[in-house]
């Protein structure tokens, strides 16, 4: 059976439309629409409930090792308050999942993994464990809420000291008062905008909620579900677990060479990565330019070769084009015009940079 988040009475009341996702009953949209609520967050701001993200805490002397050895990015030189993205992969190279890493205390990290691969992440990371650390898996005890666009760093102070909210990208602040809560107010998210995640008790979840959207009213805040979460991420190239790199697709291989460091001593799938050579597939961004909107694994062809296939695809509100992200063969001929593979039909289109929409300080 599907569960509920502290937020599932809100989510009916502001009429929202629930549907099962990694487990979870959340809302795909509200009233408002898809298109609304995504156009919200690039030009004002939007409130996601993101409560059914798994939560990791990792304790003890011997944590940063464990860390070190199960994560590719190099964790060795994170200070207290940070935060860093990385990738966790099998030994052949194939990703078990990509999470965020929160350094707490020198001895105390919080890692935030994907909902649907929360209860594989605790037992991939459990059999991987040695020496002095603990692990506890305290989702079910946290509500997460994203405050995502331009406007939330305006709307936050209604509810906090400003000398509390964390200023640097990826970064975040503990034992923060919100109202009369206790949170982590982390500054980070999904959607390619300003923004912020913010952590509570799960019994505080459904009160911040409210006060967030009740303060945030006057600068545009409305409440967003899962669709415009997926295309505002698509539209900021974001990539996905379960789209842009699974247990079949290398961290290389989907464009996160930034966070795979090869000069640490040793982490699982290090041996794996080097062996399997340069990688002969790549992430691009695909502009739709004939009829039709990709979704995912559409055939991609340059010319009559198929080249590869799409991982996520959708039409762009913001930019108002179709567009899809596609894992493909490196040294395709781009003498050969690229099409997609909609239907049965296929459809013209053009290699175009990543990401598609790229926030410039508006």
Known sequence: MDK?????ESHL????????????????????????EHMAVRNAAGLFDVSHMGEILLKGKDTLLNIQKLVTNDCANMYIGQVKYSPMCYEDGGVVDDLLVYKREEESYLLVVNASNREKDARFIKEHLFGE???EDV????AQIALQGPAAEKILPKLCNIADIPVKYYTFKENVKVGDMNAIISRTGYTGEMGYELYVKN?????????????GKAEGLIPCGLGA??????????????HE????????????TFAVKFHKEDFIGKDGLLSRGEPKRKRIGLRITGRGIARENCPVYAGDTLIGYTTSGTHLPYLGFPGAMAVVTKDYDTKNRLSVEIRGKKVEAEETGLPFYKNTGK
């Open 13 to 36: 009341r502001l009429g929202g439309k629930m549907v099962p996702f990694a487990g979870y009953l959340l809302p795909v949209q509200y009233e408002t629409g898809v298109i609304t």
């Open 245 to 256: 790199m699974d247990e079949t697709i290398t961290p290389l291989e989907t464009g996160l």
């Open 229 to 242: 979460r997926d295309t505002l991420r698509l539209e900021a190239a974001m990539p996905l677990y379960g």
């Open 133 to 135: 650390v603990t692990m």
């Open 4 to 8: 509920k988040t502290p937020l599932y």
């Open 203 to 215: 019994e505080d979840g459904e009160k911040l909620w409210e006060l967030l959207l009740e303060k």
């Open 139 to 142: 989702s079910d005890s946290i």
